[in-house]
């Protein structure tokens, strides 16, 4: 530890030496941001933008936790781990959010359920959900409960629906679009489920609509015979 101590003190008298009368600040300021980490979405130019405003202030004046606020200001960054690389690196390991759904227009849930609202929106194959503003996790909670009721089927969710009024509806990727209402969803969609597979599975073409809100039992909208 004090051999290490002494070669560090060396190294700033030399560097000292060599930069005359110039202050410590301007001897270690950042010139440098190492970006690393598996980038799946956001691009090592978008970041270096996110991050320039830390280029030009000095390593030793700057915390970590101030660096790392504008890391993880980022839309795209879930965690990041930052060190400081003499004299003039700031070494940033970035982790991303995971994309788990889309969130009303422009926007995605992440598997930890942040909302990102990247500049540049990916085209990725995920289900929409669509709610009242602050009501995403309300949304997010009932996909996942959704989801598990649909496991054992071949049916998956294209958008799932909140209405500002408490009702919910469905459009599943093979085009069928099911009212919930605003009480007993899941009981309804298993309602759905049972009458989909005696009856409906076959016949995806010809409909138009489910209502799923009956008490006992669905209404099927019908596409008119040309």
Known sequence: MRMAALIGAILLILVAVFQGNDSPDTWFAIQKIEIRGDLKYATEQELQSDYSSLLGRSLLSVSLSDALATVLSSQWVASAEIRKVWPNTLQVLVHEHTPLAYW????LISTSAVIIAPSKVPDLPLTKL?????????????????????????????TLTLEPRGAWSIIFTNGVAVKLGRD????????????YKSDLSGRIDQITSVDARYPHGVAVGWKKNK
């Open 104 to 107: 009303g227009d422009g926007q």
């Open 130 to 158: 669509y709610g009242p503003d602050d009501s995403s996790d309300v949304v997010l909670e009932q996909f996942g409960l959704v989801s598990q009721v649909l496991a054992s089927t071949s049916l998956r969710v294209s």
């Open 184 to 195: 007993e969803i899941l009981e309804r969609l298993q309602r759905f489920i049972a009458v």
